[in-house]
């Protein structure tokens, strides 16, 4: 999964940017509203953490115009301590969910799991499929209840896939999906995570459909 970061104060983006690596997400970040719209309407993320107060384009704008050119992203943003107005703003300009500032990161990585979730129409944070668990809120992995150790992009590969579990999901989707923008992307390489996913998983979780890509569930027709 994939998220964009858009905030001007750099301590508070880097702190982000390195909570949200920790936590699983390929990230990609922006320090002013012109630079976060731009990658907000290019890039393919998965969700958009949106400062309110931007040089350039302040982020109630970025937000409208990501909105009416048809982004569905889920946007969760952060506003001023007190600034109920600003929240009402938000939300009635496309955004998701909020957090006023100062705010705990493991509330941010809660809400951000959440909005994920919805997205992509998941109730629980602990997704099951086809004998495999995956707990979103450790990123912790087990097959038929034992504990398996991913790297972080085969985690990314097996979160997307679980994340769209009987769905086919291409290589160059996976790709969008778990490299930041700056990242070196070799489509070659999902390859290599499948096969290492199903060394540690099993043959049969994730399947191969010819010419389509990948897809997590039993074999059908
Ligand atoms: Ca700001």
Request: hydrophobic letters at 40%.
């Amino acid at each position: 999964m994939r998220v964009l970061v858009i905030e001007d104060d750099a301590r508070l983006r880097e702190q982000l940017v390195s909570s949200l690596e920790q936590g699983g997400y390929a990230v990609d970040a922006a320090q002013d509203g012109e630079t976060g719209h731009f990658l907000g309407e290019t890039e393919t993320v998965d969700a958009i953490i949106l400062d309110l107060g931007l040089p350039q384009l302040d982020g109630l704008s970025l937000l409208r115009k990501l909105r009416a050119s048809g982004s569905r992203t889920p946007v969760l943003i952060l506003t001023a301590r007190d600034a109920w107005h600003e929240k009402v703003e938000g939300i009635d300009a496309g955004a998701d969910d909020y957090l006023a500032k100062p705010f705990n990161m493991e509330e941010l990585l809660a809400r951000l799991r959440a909005l994920i979730r919805r997205a992509t129409g998941h109730a629980s944070a602990v997704l099951e499929h086809a004998g495999v668990t995956l707990d979103t809120r450790t990123a912790r992995v087990s097959i038929n209840g034992n504990p398996v150790k991913l790297t972080a992009h085969e985690y990314r590969v097996l979160l997307y896939l679980m994340h769209h579990a009987g769905v086919v999901v291409s290589r160059s989707e996976l790709v969008e999906h778990i490299y930041a923008q700056d990242f070196d992307r070799d489509s070659n390489t999902i390859e290599v995570f499948v096969r290492r996913l199903r060394s540690k998983l099993g043959q049969d979780v994730i399947h191969t459909e010819r010419g389509l890509g990948y897809r997590l569930g039993p074999a059908c027709g």
